[in-house]
């Protein structure tokens, strides 16, 4: 009987013990965070459109989460450097990534020595999605996307913001799915294709709409078709691809936030949740559509645009003998 006891007392003072240890963590995790600054890691050069939407979004989440937000610009290879760097980083909540379709979508089908993959990373939520856009310049004599569609016999050479962009990748599947036949010009980035199809050195491009309509409102390039499931907001004569060639077709330009695998699930669930009230903010509903751009989703349904994403573009890939240097 005492021998009884003292094993009964002997497991009770061990669960104490254990749930004494494990208390510091769980009020770290769910009533501390964050105790100190958050950085977003920007895997691309401060000054652009990716870099300005991460800095809406931590302004906004900043002041929910009561401790600033960071932004860190890591830019190399294609989004790819900044992006192992969070993948390495601890797993605490403190370094996020602001990942995109390029970097979560295509680049792990595209590189052979990538130092992550998707899996790599737990999805917060995207903060915002954007279609791409066929438009050509005034003097190609190309007025819709169905004058495109019966020009099989011309030589047309397309411009995007370079191999194995999502421009690029969006050109083929319009090609494998159209049966136009286009001459694929790649860029160092979308600024030197916009430049050289204003200038008439190229007939089309393929890049965001919301980087593209504003030079089709202003007179300068035609817009022929948007990529989204639904018309472009800002532009709804433009008709979509799919509407047009009857047939599945979507391409989108995203960006989200994740955090390195492992993350404590309370402070996974804390970001989520400020993430989506920043998300539904005026300020950032405002700026999205001044932008054409459209709110992003939860991080379910993130996680599910990230796997989707990452097949179809991986498939194009490989069908189309993408390659890099």
Same mark, same amino acid.
């Given at each position: 009987?005492?021998?009884? *006891?003292?094993?009964?007392?002997?497991?009770? !003072?061990?669960?104490?013990?254990?749930?004494? #240890?494990?208390?510091?963590?769980a009020?770290?995790?769910?009533? +501390?965070?964050?105790?100190?600054?958050? =950085?977003?890691?920007v895997?691309?050069?401060a000054?652009?459109p990716?870099?300005?939407?991460a800095?809406?979004?931590?302004?906004?989440?900043?002041?929910?989460?009561?401790?600033?937000? /960071?932004?860190?610009? @890591? #830019?190399?290879?294609?989004?790819?450097?900044?992006?192992?760097y969070?993948? @390495?980083?601890?797993? +605490?909540?403190y370094t996020?990534?602001w990942?995109?379709?390029?970097?979560?979508?295509?680049?792990?089908?595209l590189?052979k020595?990538l130092?992550? +993959? #998707?899996?790599s990373?737990?999805?917060i939520?995207?903060?915002?999605?954007?279609?791409?856009?066929?438009?050509?310049?005034?003097?190609?004599?190309?007025?819709s996307?169905?004058?495109?569609?019966?020009?099989?016999? @011309?030589?047309?050479?397309?411009?995007t913001?370079?191999?194995?962009?999502?421009g690029?990748?969006? =050109?083929?599947?319009?090609?494998? =799915?159209?049966?136009?036949k286009?001459?694929?010009?790649?860029?160092?980035?979308?600024?030197?294709?916009? =430049?050289?199809? *204003?200038?008439?050195?190229i007939?089309?491009?393929? +890049?965001?709409?919301?980087?593209?309509?504003?030079?089709?409102?202003?007179?300068?390039?035609?817009?022929?078709?948007v990529?989204? #499931?639904?018309?472009?907001?800002?532009g709804?004569?433009?008709?979509?691809?799919k509407? /047009?060639?009857?047939?599945?077709?979507?391409?989108?330009?995203?960006?989200? !936030?994740?955090a390195?695998?492992?993350?404590?699930?309370?402070?996974?669930?804390? *970001?989520?949740?400020?993430?989506?009230?920043?998300?539904?903010?005026?300020e950032?509903?405002?700026?999205?559509?001044?932008?054409?751009?459209?709110?992003?989703?939860?991080?379910?349904?993130?996680?599910?645009?990230?796997?989707?994403?990452?097949?179809?573009?991986?498939?194009?890939?490989?069908?189309?003998?993408?390659?890099?240097?």
């Amino acid at each position: 009987m005492t021998h009884t *006891l003292h094993a009964v007392r002997r497991r009770l !003072l061990l669960a104490a013990a254990a749930l004494a #240890a494990c208390a510091p963590l769980a009020g770290f995790a769910q009533g +501390d965070y964050p105790a100190r600054p958050v =950085t977003i890691v920007v895997p691309f050069p401060a000054g652009g459109p990716t870099d300005a939407s991460a800095r809406l979004y931590a302004k906004v989440m900043g002041e929910l989460l009561g401790k600033p937000i /960071v932004i860190d610009n @890591r #830019a190399g290879a294609a989004g790819t450097v900044g992006s192992a760097y969070v993948a @390495r980083a601890p797993a +605490d909540g403190y370094t996020l990534l602001w990942g995109g379709t390029s970097t979560l979508a295509v680049a792990p089908g595209l590189y052979k020595n990538l130092k992550y +993959d #998707a899996q790599s990373f737990v999805p917060i939520g995207m903060a915002l999605r954007g279609p791409m856009m066929i438009a050509a310049n005034r003097g190609a004599g190309l007025n819709s996307l169905q004058d495109l569609l019966k020009a099989k016999d @011309r030589s047309l050479s397309i411009g995007t913001a370079g191999n194995g962009s999502v421009g690029h990748l969006a =050109t083929e599947l319009f090609m494998e =799915t159209s049966g136009v036949k286009l001459t694929h010009v790649p860029y160092r980035g979308g600024g030197p294709a916009l =430049t050289d199809v *204003l200038g008439g050195q190229i007939q089309l491009i393929f +890049d965001n709409a919301s980087q593209l309509y504003p030079y089709v409102k202003a007179g300068k390039l035609r817009a022929l078709a948007v990529t989204g #499931a639904q018309p472009y907001a800002p532009g709804p004569e433009v008709p979509t691809v799919k509407s /047009v060639l009857g047939k599945d077709f979507e391409a989108y330009s995203w960006f989200g !936030l994740v955090a390195p695998q492992g993350t404590p699930q309370p402070v996974i669930d804390k *970001l989520r949740e400020v993430m989506a009230k920043a998300a539904a903010s005026p300020e950032v509903r405002k700026e999205l559509e001044a932008q054409g751009l459209e709110p992003g989703v939860p991080a379910r349904e993130f996680e599910s645009v990230i796997t989707s994403d990452y097949r179809k573009w991986s498939g194009i890939i490989s069908r189309a003998h993408v390659q890099v240097e």
